[in-house]
């Protein structure tokens, strides 16, 4: 039976030409079903490609054999572009403290990398039951004055977790991003029962995960919320408008805003700068220094080209 309804989708999947869409609310569905949809051949999507995340319009709904036509594309809210996902309102950058061992350089590419979105961003720090409570406390301590207030997740206890799936419910579009291993699939598994999707163990060699999610799929944890699975990858040193990188580290941007402070020049890179006046005695300042120094040889080299 075909509809000739138009209706409202989220794209929850995508395939080749295929996308899965999730319809909410349609007069003649039940509260959510997955449709499975290409987009409509007179349009040229050519410079609209279309990503999991966004919201679509689709027509010709075949209730039968769940099938449907894309028609056209709303306008998205972002789009993150490693890996590609459209609409995202909430970034939590998950590391494990053991097992692949704690990166501290590459938690805070991705940090950066996320909070340059302009989009909510939380810390999630898995497998805590491989340390003691006292390394887990310096820990806490040590990313509340980067900014955070980490989330730390033990698999033998639910405390922490039942707070943050509470959390994930009150959020439209929540992805987890980090490295291979850290236990983003174990977590989504346990965030939404019933939910089996594929885990491994890391290598006991090299201790690195193995690559195991291989595709960007979003699945729903309530009627309002959706959540994304993505693949394991590490971050490599940024390619940000250096500009904007002091805004992104809260040690900064509080000095600035909070405390008033002002160097001579007012697009302070907060360097060896003339005239600055930022206090640099804090932890990230050598990642902050070397992040300006690798985005400066990029924008140096990208001129020479
Ligand atoms: N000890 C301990 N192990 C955990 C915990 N969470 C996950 N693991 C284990 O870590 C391994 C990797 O977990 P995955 O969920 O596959 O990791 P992932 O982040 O999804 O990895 P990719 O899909 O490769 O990016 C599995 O063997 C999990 O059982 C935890 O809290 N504690
Ligand atoms: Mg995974
Ligand atoms: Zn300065």
């Not at 869409?21 to 051949?41: A, G, I, P, Q, W």
């Not at 590391?95 to 805070?108: A, G």
């Not at 340390?131 to 206890?157: C, H, M, P, V």
């Amino acid at each position: 039976m075909r509809t000739n309804s138009k209706s409202l989708g989220l794209v929850t999947k995508k395939f080749n030409d295929f996308f899965l869409v999730d319809l909410k609310n349609h007069e003649n569905t039940s509260n959510s079903e997955k449709f499975l949809c290409k987009m409509r051949k007179s349009i040229n999507f050519k410079d609209q490609l279309i990503y999991v995340g966004d919201k679509v319009v689709i027509e010709k709904i075949d209730l039968k054999t769940k099938r449907a036509v894309i028609t056209s594309l709303k306008k998205r809210k972002n789009l993150l572009v490693r890996p590609s996902v459209a609409n995202i309102s909430n970034i939590y950058i998950t590391f494990s403290v053991e097992e692949p061992q704690l990166n501290l350089s590459q938690v805070n590419r991705f940090l950066i990398s996320a909070e340059s979105m302009g989009v909510e961003v939380s810390l999630v720090l898995t497998k805590c039951d491989l340390i003691s409570d006292t390394r887990r406390f310096a820990l806490i301590d040590k990313f509340e004055k980067w900014g955070y207030q980490a989330i730390t997740l033990n698999l033998d206890k639910s405390d922490h977790f039942n707070d943050l799936l509470a959390e994930l419910k009150q959020k439209e579009c929540s992805i987890f991003m980090g490295p291979s291993g850290v236990g983003k699939t174990t977590l989504l598994n346990m965030i939404i029962p019933g939910l089996q999707n594929s885990t491994a163990p890391v290598s006991k060699k090299i201790k690195r995960g193995k690559n195991t999610t291989r595709n960007v799929e979003l699945f729903s944890v309530s009627n309002q919320s959706y959540i994304v699975d993505t693949p394991g990858f590490n971050m490599q040193p940024l390619d940000v408008d250096i500009r904007s990188l002091p805004n992104l580290y809260s040690e900064i941007y509080k000095q600035v805003i909070n405390e008033g402070i002002k160097c001579k020049f007012r697009n302070c890179l907060h360097l060896n700068d003339v005239g600055c006046n930022l206090n640099k005695s804090f932890e990230r300042y050598s990642f902050y220094k070397e992040m300006i120094e690798s985005a400066k040889s990029h924008y140096y080299q990208n001129q020479e080209d």
